[in-house]
């Protein structure tokens, strides 16, 4: 199993940034596919997710009306579309897959990537 964030990097407040993220290894159609993110001395937090079928997006107050997830089954593939960037998005962002749905609970990780937003 492999879930390979990509996309990541240092941007200025007010910029945008695309999130990549691929997977194998699993029946990636069945798995919602979800973002955590983890800034240095804070708790992980739960960024999105959207649903197996597509149907269902779900975003974390803070990045609601700025972030947008989306996902492509035939590539296997989900984006994190990330726009208004604020410094305080700043954190290692995670990719995540969980059969159950979007709980923000996860089977399956990836090894994360850097987003930096300097102010």
């Known amino acids: 199993v492999q879930l390979v964030e990509s996309g990541g990097g240092l941007v200025q407040a007010g910029g945008s940034l695309r999130l990549s993220c691929t997977a194998s290894?699993?029946?990636?159609?069945?798995?919602?596919i979800g973002w955590f993110r983890q800034a240095p001395g804070k708790e992980r937090e739960g960024v999105s997710c959207i649903s197996s079928d597509d149907s269902r997006e779900f975003y974390a107050d803070s990045v609601k009306g700025r972030f947008t997830i989306s996902r492509d089954n035939a590539k296997n593939a989900v984006y994190l579309q990330m726009t208004r960037l604020k410094p305080e998005d700043t954190a290692v962002y995670f990719c995540t897959a969980d059969y159950t749905g979007c709980r923000f609970s996860a089977d399956y990780w990836g090894q994360g990537i850097q987003v930096t937003v300097a102010s």
């Open positions: 290894g699993f029946a990636f159609d069945d798995y919602a």
